[in-house]
């Protein structure tokens, strides 16, 4: 039975046998539609995207291009195999297993009919900064109201760091500030820091947005995270309104898990970019726990949820907490530099407009605790790298080139924080106002072919319309992520892009395999990620069955073909909060 799902204004018909249906007048429009080329002209409606590019993949004539190339699954294993052997390491960056993956990467394209993508080089040289807390900081929160002090303990009420290079950075009689979800969104009509001056202060946060406290579709994306309710945003907003410092309460459900992956993340060494930018920095980021929140509001004679209450309504103001917030960070830093690998094939007819396919390389590395345990990585992100590598083989060795120009990159430092490829949108090869989308391939199917694929950030963007016609040549269609409001969208290097205004498609593996169902599929991802998510056991297993990998690398081939032979520049939807970055890059490219 067919379903049509609709966000952000999008509809995609969805169902058991088809990812996208289209009527006969659509048929006819779009025919009517198409160029002398035979490929949809610029800016299409979706409808009509998909309708021309299921005309295009029916027809059988030279203008329709290419036969979908033959995905290598021997390739594959290979690939994985070597990626995700003892002897990388666990493809650390800065470590020798590190350098092994750069080497192995661009010995492989250096067999293939690919330009270097840096200046005559295969590499963008990545310098990283590793910092540690030589202690345990306390915060200490004096109380006006209450006439006491109240000492928060790292690891068990808050934990703190901070991102300035600074060996010691202290904080001194902060004002606190509760600010509520501490989002701006013009595309909601939403401030929270309107007629507020938090200058010099701390401002105390709710996590998520308020669409997912209220589960109200027309609030934000309802339960849907948006990149307001993303912690990053967060810090990165106070930091531009002029804050010092910035605290967000920890909640299990709006943040997505618990207390223990706070402290357990945000305690030992950090990774961060060594290069400096134009972008304001906070002195101090940090959670603290929902008891701890509470308790500094009742002190104040205040009812946390009373306030959450408050802050789901758009005229909701900041209140002061009467209190003032003091800490010390004392800092060690390491320097060390990772590389990005890119190869590109350049268009025919419009080199300068790009469609960038991206893999992380890196993984966990080795148990610091002991050197016999390694992190090999070989699903997370062996697995996308090797995908990557085959798409690279596959443009590489075609008659003619795409009318744009095709770019591969492999990301460092991905399990660090997405760094390798936000120093790439910091620092784009190929101008991210003419890169038309991007595609992002991480942790991949391992067994067997789906009627299905995942679509993490479904409906986020029109590259859906694009993803849904050219899976229903393979006779499948998309399925929305399970769990929207966890943010996953804003956990892979996809992610860097966007926040750049670049379209981006975050494909997953599907469930409904098409021998066991979707039982089996559940059942060998619940495997997965109870038992060897980062962990050593995410180990090659040479009886996969990579049929299911070689299935997506093509379907992602053939997205990435018809929108480098097309003119369109695909978009986010109308009130998604990445649209008004690209509308202004374009714009700015265009010369308008």
């Not at 993956?101 to 067999?111: D, I, K, S």
């Not at 939403?190 to 105390?204: A, L, Q, R």
């Not at 929207?484 to 997953?508: C, I, M, Q, T, W």
Request: overall charge negative.
């Amino acid at each position: 039975m067919e379903q049509t799902i609709t966000r952000h204004g999008i509809s995609i018909v969805a169902g058991p046998l088809k990812g996208a249906r289209m009527t006969q007048q659509a048929t006819t429009s779009a025919t009517a539609s198409r160029n002398s080329h035979g490929r949809p002209p610029g800016r299409l409606t979706p409808l009509l995207i998909m309708a021309a590019l299921s005309v295009i993949s029916a027809c059988q004539s030279q203008e329709a291009g290419p036969e979908t190339p033959i995905i290598s699954e021997e390739a594959l294993h290979e690939h994985i195999r070597i990626l995700s052997s003892d002897d990388f390491q666990g493809r650390a960056p800065g470590t020798e297993g590190g350098q092994n993956t750069v080497a192995y990467l661009t010995r492989e394209l250096e067999g293939l009919l690919l330009s270097p993508g840096n200046q005559g080089r295969y590499t963008q040289t990545v310098p990283m900064v590793e910092t540690t807390l030589t202690q345990q900081p306390r915060l200490d929160i004096r109380l006006d109201q209450a006439a006491e002090e109240k000492s928060l303990e790292y690891g068990q009420d808050m934990m703190a760091w901070s991102p300035r290079q600074e060996e010691t950075v202290r904080l001194e009689d902060s004002d606190l500030i509760f600010v509520g979800y501490g989002i701006v969104a013009p595309e909601y009509d939403w401030n929270d820091y309107e007629d507020m001056d938090v200058t010099g202060k701390t401002v105390v946060m709710l996590v998520n947005d308020p669409g997912f406290a209220t589960g109200d579709e027309a609030l934000f994306d309802g339960n849907t995270m948006t990149y307001y309710g993303r912690w990053t945003y967060k810090f990165e907003e106070a930091a531009r309104q002029g804050a010092e410092g910035a605290l967000l309460i920890h909640e299990d459900d709006a943040a997505g898990y618990g207390w223990s992956v706070v402290s357990g993340s945000w305690s030992g060494p950090q990774l961060y970019l060594a290069q400096e930018d134009d972008q304001p920095t906070l002195k101090m980021e940090g959670w603290i726990s929902q008891g701890s929140a509470e308790s500094l509001f009742n002190a104040q004679g205040l009812d946390l949820d009373t306030m959450k209450a408050a802050s789901l309504e758009p005229e909701f103001a900041g209140h002061s907490l009467d209190g003032w917030a003091s800490i010390e960070l004392n800092n060690r830093f390491q320097h060390s530099e990772s590389e990005n690998v890119i190869a590109y094939l350049p268009g025919e007819k419009r080199p300068e407009e790009t469609i960038i396919y991206t893999a992380h390389w890196d993984h966990l590395g080795v148990d610091p605790d002991d050197e016999d345990v390694i992190y090999n990585g070989a699903v997370d992100n062996a697995s996308g790298s090797a995908a990557v590598l085959e798409l690279a083989r596959a443009f590489s060795e075609m008659e003619q080139a795409p009318d744009r120009s095709i770019v591969f990159l492999w990301v460092t430092a991905e399990e660090q924080g997405l760094l390798g490829s936000r120093y790439y949108a910091e620092n784009p090869v190929f101008p991210l106002e003419s890169t038309v989308a991007g595609i992002n391939l991480d942790s991949m199917n391992f067994y067997g072919p789906t009627r299905d694929v995942t679509v993490v950030g479904y409906g986020n963007s029109e590259l859906d319309q694009w993803l849904a016609a050219t899976a229903e040549e393979q006779d499948r269609h998309l399925r929305p992520e399970p769990h929207p409001e966890r943010g996953y969208f804003f956990r892979s290097d996809h992610f860097n892009l966007a926040r750049k205004g670049v379209p981006v498609l975050y494909p997953n593996p599907g469930i409904d395999h098409v021998e066991g169902g979707e039982e089996y599929g559940r059942a060998r991802q619940a495997d997965y990620q109870e038992n060897r998510y980062h962990q050593p056991a995410d180990e090659y297993d040479p009886d996969w069955d990579l049929s299911g990998l070689a299935q997506d690398t093509r379907l992602l081939w053939r997205v990435g073909y018809e929108l480098a032979n097309s003119e369109t520049f695909p978009n986010w939807a109308e009130d998604n909060e990445f649209r008004r970055i690209r509308d202004e890059s374009r714009r700015n490219a265009d010369g308008s």
